[in-house]
């Protein structure tokens, strides 16, 4: 398989997207792959590993057009980068099925690798770089920083009541905390807890600050 060619395509699809599913956020991601990987794999596992990597947001529907790429747009690149029927196979099946949002009904079943990869993708939405991303992502979509609306179960909301009663803060109760929960390897769920005990902190900190400023006005 021609990783290079793989490699090229993700990075000029997602260098300047603007959400924080950028080209940058695949290569951390690919960091956390490697940090949570046995080192059983063989060299085959880390090339689809690596493949599905820089291409899962490839095909995120929260992406403008200009970013985003059809399953038959991946499926061509891999039959030019001369990808055997199986990784081709393993690579669709694992950027097809692990969004948080393709789980929200029940947990899609993954193989191994694929455990590995969304464990990967998930880490990268916690800790430090998860809070940075999490306004950065509010930001580019109009989303309050907070407002007076509760947190609500994601599975009743709606494009339009999300839409509306959007913020940044409840993004944390909604999605954000609950990830260390749906970790798949021992490892990543480690490095979760960790990373969410950090958000946790730093919501205390952010709640203090709120106060203090209404106090003061």
Known sequence: MDLEQIYNFAKEKLETEGTGHDWLHALRVEKNAQAISPSE????DVEIIKASVWLHDTI????????RVTITDI????????????ESQEIIEIIQNISYSKNL??????????????????????????????FYYGGSKNHAL???????DVRQLTEVNYREHASVLNHFYEKLLSLKDL??????????????KFMEEYLTHFYQEIEMKESID
């Open 183 to 196: 970790m798949n390897t021992s490892l990543g769920k480690k490095m979760a807890i960790e990373r969410t």
């Open 60 to 67: 995120d529907p929260k992406l403008a057009p200009t970013h």
């Open 146 to 152: 907070y407002n007076d609306k509760k947190a609500r």
């Open 75 to 86: 499926q061509g690149l891999l039959n030019q980068a001369r990808a055997n029927k199986k």
């Open 41 to 44: 794999l063989s060299p085959s």
């Open 105 to 134: 009904e029940g947990k899609r079943s993954l193989s191994s690798l694929g455990q590995i990869v969304q464990d990967a993708d998930r880490l990268d939405a916690l800790g430090a770089i998860g809070i940075a991303r999490a």
